[in-house]
């Protein structure tokens, strides 16, 4: 279940993902500029910072449904997207779920 929520570390190039993070970068949370990964399961011959916190397939949809209420996921870009009027349609509370639970299944398969 090694999915983690991390953060990006400050070097003298700028900034960068942490080495022990695997396939990084999704789903930015805006608030506070996390993002989700990969770490390879224990036991472990390298250093991971306690603070890491690792999320099962609920905590990632609890953590979906948290940005959304922030700042609400759009539709993709298909038929749902726009509604009669031009308007950008914004997913539902389930959609979201759904939406994090299939990335979530699919993340930890891909990457096991």
């Known amino acids: 279940m090694p999915v983690i929520e991390y953060k990006l570390i400050k070097t003298k190039e ?3 993902v942490p080495s022990y993070v695997k396939n990084g970068g999704n789903y930015r949370n ?3 500029f996390s ?3 990969w770490l390879d399961p ?3 011959k390298y250093w991971v910072p306690d603070t890491i916190l ?3 397939r609920d905590g990632v949809i ?3 449904i948290d940005m959304h ?3 609400p996921f759009a539709h993709p870009s298909d038929d749902t997207a726009i509604d009669s009027e031009g308007s950008i349609t914004y997913m539902d509370s389930a959609e979201v779920t759904t939406m994090f639970g299939d990335w979530y299944d699919t993340f930890v398969s891909d990457n096991s």
């Open 35 to 37: 993002m989700l990964g």
């Open 54 to 56: 690792e999320l099962d």
């Open 14 to 16: 700028g900034n960068e």
């Open 69 to 71: 209420s922030v700042n």
């Open 62 to 64: 609890q953590r979906g």
């Open 42 to 44: 224990e036991p472990r």
């Open 30 to 32: 805006s608030s506070d």
